[in-house]
């Protein structure tokens, strides 16, 4: 009974599939037909010719175009006039009074600063920061003038809020990462002091407010190597404190403008040396302006910062305690040699080639505050004596330890020390006793160092034209 109804089941799919196989012949010769018919109807028509495909045109880029440096920086120029034109403008016509003009400036340049931040929660790129400082500079205007013209504000109550605004825009810039946000705050930062003075000698009170700020920009350069903006700053501590000296320096005390010069070059020295070299190695997005020159920046800054330092502590000790100025740029090259020491501790914070431009530059440094150091000690033969001790030192050891730079700075030295020798300690006094006076001595004394460096230096490998440079003031001598 089941073989029955498997048999009649099978016959039924056999049908089935006979069917559905005349089913796709007839399918497949109806599409034969059509194909010699559609190319005979082709045949008459003429040929279109073939559109070349264009590329589609790609979308201006509106903020590249309206928001580019020049036309930023344009833009921002612009706001500013105008708001200045608006403010004049209302002063002559005296629409509204003093109180009135002023809260109408904040008002705008607050409403800039609110534009400025919907353009950046927008990820514009450029806009944000011309928007954002011209919304700063216009509350910062009105803030002084609120003081300068109309007494609205006391003097504390107007530092206080140009502090405080200018803290808040140094917070925000490091916020939406924004380094030059953080120029225009700090443009801000410096001048609030500087016109807010009534000529009084409140040098505590400057070099505090400048710590603060310096304080500042460190705290924020542990987190984003901006280096530019330290660039500003450093230029801003020398010109106030120049400013400063040249008349209030013999009025002031000695304490808190020589801490202030301490502070602000160890902060910047300990940010580069410990911060800089690593943040740089992480590649990211700082912010910062033109961040594709930071190896060009960043070895200036090392000298810029040092010799601002040795300028302004030899100005401070020279007016106040003038047989110590020596001894300060002694100190200052102690401190160079000791960021040698660290860096050399620290060399995983560095490429290899900054840590040989770190030690390069600080070992220039320390050869010149030294050099400098004896030139204003000594005088005389004793000078003549410091210098060649001085070169015969530096030639020795560069010989030892085989440093190129050293080879070619102790020549420099030598022929400086020979030369004071040659022509500046003649042989005055005819009475002296042959081969028994402090020149000879000194000839003596250079020929010994020169014979000990060509020693040292036969015996290793070196190249020709140091060799033949010793030779050649080792015969001087003779």
């Known amino acids: 009974m089941d073989f029955k109804k ?113 353009l950046a929660r927008k990820k514009f790129r450029i806009l944000p920061e011309s928007v954002l400082g011209a919304g700063f500079s216009i509350v910062y205007l009105s803030l002084f003038g609120g003081y300068y013209y109309y007494d609205l504000f006391s003097l504390s109550e107007t530092f206080l809020y140009l502090s405080l605004l200018s803290i808040f825009s140094s917070g925000l810039a490091y916020w939406i990462r924004k380094e030059i946000l953080y120029i225009f705050a700090l443009i801000g930062s410096i001048l609030s002091p500087v016109l807010i003075s009534q000529g009084e000698n409140s040098y505590q009170f400057l070099f505090g407010y400048l710590v603060f700020l310096n304080i500042l920009l460190f705290l924020i350069s542990r987190k984003i190597p901006w280096i530019v903006s330290s660039f500003f700053l450093l230029i801003a501590n020398f010109a106030l404190y120049h400013f400063w000296a040249i008349k209030n320096i013999n009025q002031s005390g000695f304490i808190v403008p020589f801490s202030f010069i301490n502070i602000t070059y160890l902060l910047f020295a300990y940010g580069k040396v410990f911060f800089f070299p690593k943040l740089l190695q992480k590649n990211e997005n700082s912010g910062g302006i033109f961040p594709q020159w930071n190896w060009i920046f960043y070895p200036i800054f090392l000298v810029l910062n040092s010799l601002s330092f040795g300028l302004m502590g030899y100005m401070q000790i020279e007016e106040t305690y003038p047989k110590l100025s020596s001894h300060f740029i002694l100190f200052g090259a102690i401190l160079f040699s000791l960021w040698i020491l660290i860096s050399r501790k620290k060399s995983d914070f560095f490429y290899p080639s900054q840590l ?45 330890f085989e440093n190129t730079h050293l080879r070619y700075v102790s020549a420099g030295f030598w022929i400086l020390a020979l030369f004071k020798l040659y022509f500046f300690n003649p042989m005055d006094d005819v009475n002296r006793l042959f081969l028994l006076n402090e020149r000879f001595a000194l000839y003596v004394l250079s020929s010994l160092f020169l014979f000990g460096t060509y020693y040292i230096q036969k015996t290793k490998i070196l190249s020709g034209f140091i060799e033949d440079l010793f030779i050649w003031e080792f015969s001087l001598l003779f």
Not at 53 to 80: A, D, M, Q, V
Not at 106 to 112: D, K, N, R, T
Not at 372 to 398: D, R
Request: aromatic share 14%; hydrophobic share 45%; with cysteine.
């Open 356 to 400: 040989e431009i770190f030690e390069m530059i600080h070992l220039y440094l320390l050869l010149g505050f030294t050099f400098a150091a004896l030139l204003n000690f000594s005088e005389g033969n004793w000078l003549t004596f410091a210098w060649i001790i001085f070169a015969g030192v530096i030639s020795l050891l560069s010989s030892k």
């Open 6 to 118: 498997i048999q009649k089941r099978l016959d039924e799919l056999e049908a089935e599939i006979v069917s559905l196989k005349k089913e796709i012949f007839t399918y497949s010769k109806n599409q034969t037909d059509l194909e010699p018919k559609e190319a005979a109807s082709t045949t008459f028509v003429s040929p279109s010719p073939t559109l070349e495909t264009l590329p589609k045109k790609r979308s201006p880029e509106w903020e590249l175009f309206l928001g580019g440096n020049f036309l930023g920086k344009l833009g921002l120029f612009s706001i500013l006039l105008a708001s200045v034109w608006f403010i004049k403008y209302a002063f002559d016509n005296r629409w509204v009074n003093e109180s009135g003009r002023i809260l109408i400036g904040l008002s705008i340049g607050f409403g800039v600063c609110i534009t400025g931040l919907q």
